[in-house]
């Protein structure tokens, strides 16, 4: 049985869409070095990078990546995009290798395959979305007990790390940037939906923006992307670009998948072999996670007799 020309489109887009993604984490990252050699950096909370093209490049590269993945959706199923975005993994870390010389140490590419032989194994045999007709019907799905409850844990985890963490442990610990990124991307992804939703229904006839409900998915995902862009910068910033693709990349896929579970109660439809599947995949996921946590300074170790980096060591507590 041959492939269908839908899937070769989205199959296309997604890869496109792991090539655009992964280079502009490696450009981003240029253009905050460069920004903080004349400014404050985005790791002590400056804004400097804003002035520099080279980050702009890097948001530009990244938006035509997302625009590419959201158009993927629309030919493939979920199923075949969604494990081709470990793909900016590999491409990241490649061009961080070459480009940014961070170095990753064999244990964090143990470590990195972990995470995404997991992510994938949680993807393949996660629960096929349900079917949406209006965007009134995916309210109603956002509204119910259980999404909202959800959606309250995102918001209480994302304020106590934003505003106990990040003060004491931002600089220090990769987990509290991402974890904030990660948390509220889950959110957005789920608004994005819903704006496509809207977007589909209008072009082909039925104007959605004519409902309130379509304007707070709006508001929701230009709130939680111009967060998630806050502090992706200050990790990109502070931590091993190698590093925090895939744990941003796990991080992000796992909780994305819980919060679609949640709201669209798919769970239903799964037999056991699945969830035995998903729970082997998400352990191999926490592995390669805590692999990486733990072996990220040691691909910087040739480096660390410089007194240059030893002192910008000393000043940050973490390896740039």
């Known amino acids: 049985m041959g492939i269908s020309s839908d899937n070769v489109h989205g199959f296309v887009l997604a890869v496109s869409s792991s090539i655009f993604i992964g280079s502009s984490f490696i450009i981003k990252k240029k253009g905050l070095k460069k920004a903080g050699t004349t400014g404050t950096r985005a790791g002590s909370g400056g804004y400097s990078y804003l002035y520099e093209p080279w980050w702009w490049a890097g948001m530009i590269t990244m938006i035509v990546g997302e625009i590419a993945n959201f158009a993927a959706y629309a030919f493939a199923p979920a199923i075949l995009v969604t494990p081709l975005g470990a793909l900016s993994i590999i491409f990241s870390a490649v061009l961080a290798h070459f480009i940014l010389r961070e170095k990753l140490h064999i244990f964090g590419m143990l470590g990195c395959a972990l995470c995404v032989v997991g ?31 959800y959606g309250g844990i995102v918001l209480v985890v994302v304020g106590v790390l934003i505003f106990k963490f990040v003060p004491t442990h931002g600089n220090s610990h990769l987990i509290v940037y991402v974890g904030i990124c990660s948390a509220m991307g889950s959110i957005t992804v789920m608004s994005v939906k819903a704006l496509g939703i809207a977007l589909k229904l209008s072009f082909s006839g039925h104007n959605q923006f004519v409902y309130y409900q379509t304007w707070i998915f709006t508001v929701v995902v230009i709130f939680t992307c111009l967060l998630q862009i806050n502090y992706l910068n200050k990790a990109l910033d502070t931590f091993n670009t190698a590093v925090i693709s895939p744990v941003y990349y796990v991080m992000f896929t796992t909780l994305t998948i819980v919060a679609s579970i949640i709201m669209f109660k798919d769970w239903d439809s799964q037999n056991t072999s699945q969830i035995v599947t998903e729970l082997c995949g998400f352990v191999t996921i926490l592995s390669g996670t805590f692999l990486l946590h733990k072996t990220k300074d040691m691909g910087d170790s040739p480096s660390s007799d410089s007194p240059v980096f030893t002192n910008q060591n000393t000043n940050q507590n973490s390896s740039c």
Do not use: D
Request: proline share 6%.
């Open 119 to 149: 992510s994938v194994s949680i993807v393949l045999h996660a629960p096929h979305e349900r079917t949406i007709h209006s965007v009134k019907e995916l309210w109603h799905l956002a509204t119910q007990p259980g999404f909202l409850v």
